[in-house]
């Protein structure tokens, strides 16, 4: 039995809260349960020095958590003057995600940047971000059509991530930070709406997992993200106001 | 004519919302108008090595900005690898101001810090941040009082901050960004329940201002910070589920 | 009683040194009492990004103390590696003040510096600054007139800085260091010779001031600054050889 | 056809040399074709602190590259004050691989740094470094055996990994350069001695990945870490001088 | 003709001002012509971490220039965040020779800090530094010595530094700043009382320098030295009101 | 005696390994004795910013020690965010050792940086750093010319360094760990094939040393860097496959 009293193949709740702020191009609250993380996407004309006057774009990835978003307070990473590999890992994840559905020729000499501020966290903050971070940036990408500042949709798919792990001996999806304390192996797993991998990263905790826990973790995760896709489409389908 | 519609001595909608995340002790969400900052108070059981054996306690604030709070993104200052100049003045500011109405003694060896998170800007961050920063404060007291872990209150009343101006001639309550970009003069006003000054800050942005554009913006704080005192007890009166 | 001796309304002994290095474009050493900061202002041919091709220049300021100028041996910024957040409130204070009475686009497109380090610190470090700081800008905006660089004097006034206190009960002006550590309330003020307000900055330090005590504390500033702007005409009005 | 001319499911010549630097406890130099890095096993009689007083140890990796072991030369980290982002997620596997097969209790209160220096670089550093890391941790395990220092080996099995991708369609064991440049598809495998998973990274460069090409590469690691557990077992069972 | 005008021997007008800021335990104005170091020294009740419990003491320096010391405006190293290579060089320098006539044992478990700071540089601050620095040592040794903190004197001779160098094919002392940049070799000589090398730092700038060169320059560097003690003796020979 | 058994006036056995490394324009492993330092010389296209548009190029170094080439393990410097002291001082000296040789006119607009870094350190990594670092950066000048990059060689003389010290009041050559930790005096001496000085940077650790023991070090000195020229040549005869 889980903490969280899910059956193994179930999500937590999920909800997409499109224009949560105001100012960003795409601005969406995701929560995955009661993780909840802010991402907005910010459209800037100009693109990092290697990619100038190369007609292509940019898109990009920032991670971090309030202070207080976790069960005792971490220290605030700008006070620290650096930020944790932790932060860098999962930023640099994220960014490699979202790129994996875009043309960035389509997207043109432009730089989206998808910042993932986590409000509260309860586990999968990384998962949470991608996908929510996939939603703040299809508005973004929306926005750039509609002012017709692009012709082209620069996006070719959606994007999506879940976690899987082994609790207790069972493959489960989508863990809360109970589970995730305890859990022997942990997986992200992120994909695209086609089912195929962008990105696996699974690591064991406790023991090594064999071959067929692995084959059972990413039957899970496959499951888990078509649902995710699913729910990003529910969401994008509504009128936007702004 | 204020760009807001409103007159002079009018405060935007003030709203807090108590127990907007979770995991902190005090956790609100202030917004006055388009600005929103959410405040956590994290208790912790040690002091900064200047005050440990000493029996007494600390409270420090923390301020940010979420990259994108803002009408074009600025830069993570945790990628940069240092705060702003701004930003440290904004959150010394704020801790000064709450430990203005806390007995150090009452608190026990403890640190509470308050993190001031803006999610959204539109003018006067650091003052939502103090009047909100102070309501997450007493919840996190209170629960150190209901816990028994401290015996007698240490906060010896309220604070409350607000900025005033002079905007196109006129003294006026409360700006916003629109109004605070063209004012002539921007000055805030920290003060108790007691209609005392903790911190006064004003600064000649246009040219410089006169005694009696001083003491007409007095006048203006010293009501708005009456309203807010108000608007506190009555959100702190209601009751919190935890 | 004050520890000093001096009456509640008298300034320390000012003395201004012009020419005290032979480098920079203006060179000052400022004493209020035991009081001594090194202001020099240095002329850049360059301004800062946002300003280029505006036909605009600027004033900004540094503030520094030599590890041994307190009682105390205070570690050394540079070796540190990083500016504290009193270091960085201060001298953002002195560049607003200094630039509220200089005339950017009479500048041209340069950059004046103004560097404030402190030789030795028995209070009002920051007031002296701002003080002494303004006659070094004045010799190096003299020396631009003199050579020709500019045509119209970019300055359009003065601009003296003092502190103001409640000691003991009374308004006091013009603390030093034993005063300042035992005031319930310290405020520094910054005015231009019109005697309007460039700056206001009280802080309670003890426990929350009156409106009484801010008028009074502001009629003692008024009139400190005014004998300040005076010693500073009395000061410019001799040769300098150089 | 790979560049390297290799069948799809061969490994460069791998090459263990113990013993290469004379001060570390542990000191190889491990070779995959024309990648050369040099680890070294430091024991050091110290935990970090939140390991204090638990009876248990620690191992951790850093990972670095000359700045000249790559085909153009890249900025030395330290001159630059900060390590990569890539170097960061690379020490961080590095250390999680190496822990997976050490019983930390075993080891007593003492600290293993593994370090692992990239000499010259053709792909597949990360690996290369995990696998002979293992080998230099092994060495220096030894020594605190020998030495009576601990007494039950902390070892509890080999850990090894390979790179796999798909090279044009092709899924492809131990990448070097050349084809880690154009693979379309990137995994890094970390296995044990059981043929058990520790850690798995797969990222699609080109074009998201399917379930058979997972299954495949794979497949192709496992076997790759067979062989490299074998090398191990050979090098380890050579006499040492030390 | 050397362009100050001065013979190839001879040393720019020394002067030593003790006394110069009044809170450290020894505070000297050095001039070496137009060359003025601030050299403080420091004495502390602790000591750095490998001396703990050692029974002896430490000496060490820092070094810094104002940003307007010198001719065209340098950065600022503490707003930079970090010191420049020279600086840190320097102020290494400094402390190896003042060290090196320190009994470290009868200074007892504590530590003097002398922070050498340039309020103008025209050539040979090091040098300055050094010679000056000594006098303020000797001056904060001397309050230990009376206040009865120490017994046994723990300095145990002079210390002294001088610059010479080749210009235009000749061997002159102590070059000026105009000297400085046109100077074939530069070296700086550091000597004790016994006329006793104590550092030697040649550096050939435009292009190798013979043997004999080298000779001629420590003998040029030793006759200044001996002036240089007697300076500091006839310095220090004078009481000193605190 | 001397800890190693050598006569006073014997270098260790000293070795070049050209092409060690297969990436740099120059790639060469020097040893002395139990010392080994890896030399890259990498040639970029680009030059400082105060060399753009002058037609002169810039040779530089960079210095780098492996955090386990010594006894006990040193942090990494790249993780400490910070070059030691030391280390810029190394640097600093052995770029300015190798500019003495080079005519950076003839070396066309761009930089050669020559980085130094010790995998194994027994006494004297700066001097095998200069000696070894030249052998490098003739490869690649050869290299320059061989592809007819430039015309004309910009090496006018070979540049080598040799440490010497009084070890029991004798004078010896090249001290090894063992004997510089207890030297009296330790002196690193750089010269170029006339026999000329380049720098010369000698430091007394116990007492101070006479001009006579000095002129006995420089003697040492001069013919061991006499040997190491010698073998410098050799090297370079030699054909290097690439």
Request: charged share 25%; glycine share 10%; aromatic share 4%.
């Amino acid at each position: 039995m889980r903490p969280s009293g899910r059956s193994p193949d179930s999500l937590r709740p999920i909800r997409f809260t499109r224009g949560f702020t105001r100012h960003a191009e795409g601005s969406v609250l995701v929560e995955f349960g009661e993780t909840r993380v802010l991402c907005t996407a910010s459209v800037e004309n100009r693109v990092p020095p290697w990619l100038r006057n190369s007609n292509r774009g940019w898109v990009t990835a920032e991670y971090g958590m309030l202070p207080r978003a976790t069960g005792s307070r971490t220290d605030r990473e700008a006070a620290r003057g650096r930020q944790q590999g932790r932060t860098v890992e999962i930023q640099r994840l994220i960014g490699r995600s979202l790129r994996a559905v875009v043309d960035l020729e389509a997207l043109g000499e432009r730089r989206i940047v998808v910042d993932c501020d986590v409000l509260q966290a309860d586990g999968g903050t990384r998962t949470a971000s991608i996908t929510g971070g996939y939603v703040a940036l299809a508005d973004a990408v929306s926005r750039l059509l509609e002012t017709g500042k692009i012709r082209r949709n620069p996006l070719h798919g959606h994007v999506a991530a879940i976690s899987v792990g082994i609790y207790q001996g069972t493959p489960v999806l989508d863990l809360d930070y109970a589970e995730d304390s305890e859990a022997e192996t942990d997986m992200n797993v992120v994909m695209n709406d086609a089912g195929h991998f962008i990105e696996v990263q699974g690591t064991a905790e406790g023991h090594a997992f064999r071959r067929a826990e692995l084959d059972a973790m990413l039957d899970l995760a496959s499951s888990g993200i078509d649902t995710l896709v699913n729910e990003q489409r529910t969401a994008l389908a509504l009128a936007l106001d702004t």
